[in-house]
């Protein structure tokens, strides 16, 4: 069974501090997905990355993929309240999308 | 226009009931998946669809039955239901099994007493 762990669990920071979460594994996945999920909804993916090392930008989040394809982090720049949420990690591999426990973020204004 | 929309939003029903969840994507995408998502927020894949055809049934009690009449949609029936089925339970699609335009639905709170 492929598993994800993502660190922290929880996080509460205020507004402008940057952050980062972790997403890692000992499992080597084809692509990475994030994906951000408000109270009451589905999970809305935010970028899929899939070559080793790659680096991808949305505005103030960076994601990167680990060069082993094992792991993945999100760094989010300059926090906003905006930006609070559940962020989910979620491998691909053999045809199946695995996630990790998440990230519940709260930025405070 | 809602891209995967699920039916309904919020389900409470006693245990021991039959019921079912439907969900149907506009998106044009071949494959549609359920997964379940239990109070910690941890979303686990339980069945999926390519073309109507199951490609994915993770450890889930039989009383759990998928049904994909086309590939636009994707219902899920659930017998003799049980408290420990109390989740919430989201449809996804997406094109080809590879990930691509992966679309979750709102989900459907279910509530067993």
């Known amino acids: 069974t492929q598993l994800l762990e993502q660190s922290p669990q929880f996080l509460s920071i205020q507004e402008g501090e940057n952050l980062t979460v972790y997403c890692n594994s000992s499992s080597v996945f084809s692509s990475l997905q994030w994906y951000r999920q408000e109270p009451g909804e589905g999970p809305v993916l935010l970028v899929t990355v899939v070559t080793g090392g790659e680096v991808k930008k949305l505005k103030r989040l960076t994601f990167q993929f680990g060069d082993a394809r094992k792991d993945s982090s999100l760094h989010i720049t300059a926090a906003q309240p905006g930006d609070t949420g559940l962020y989910l990690c979620a491998g691909l591999g053999g045809n199946m999308l695995t996630f990790g426990g998440g990230t519940r973020l709260m930025v405070k204004p | 226009d809602t891209a995967v929309s699920q039916t309904p939003k919020y389900l409470v029903t006693q245990m021991g009931n039959d019921k079912s969840i439907k969900c149907e994507q506009n998106?044009?995408?071949?494959?549609m998946y359920w997964y379940k998502q239990d109070s910690k927020k941890f979303l686990k894949i339980m069945f999926s669809y390519n073309n109507k055809e199951l490609i994915i049934n993770e450890t889930v009690p039989n009383r759990f039955s998928p049904k994909s009449p086309d590939k636009a949609h994707l219902n899920l029936h659930i017998n003799s239901l049980e408290l420990g089925d109390s989740a919430v339970y989201f449809c996804?699609?997406?094109?080809?099994?590879?990930?691509?335009?992966?679309?979750f639905g709102s989900g459907t709170r279910l509530t067993v007493v």
């Open positions: 998106l044009g995408h071949d494959t």
């Open positions: 996804a699609s997406s094109q080809g099994t590879g990930g691509v335009g992966y679309t």
